[in-house]
């Protein structure tokens, strides 16, 4: 494996995967992750926009786009 590619040499390789590619993509999201999107749908005035039976890549989907919309990326 080239240096570049190596994780302990390159820390920020792969930091960031495509939450559809997530092995565990299909769990139910986490409570952390329930949390912070019961929290961005109310700032969001978007009550709506949270599901509680969203898997973890919806969840991150969902919660990227609300950080997004409320200017918090």
Known sequence: MPDN???????SFNVEKDPNDWVSGDDPM????ASYLKTLTEQAKEPAAYDP???????????DRLKEQLGLE
């Open 30 to 33: 986490t409570g952390a992750q």
């Open 53 to 63: 039976t969203l898997t973890k890549a919806e969840a991150s989907a969902r919660i």
């Open 5 to 11: 590619d190596n994780p302990k040499m390159n820390p």
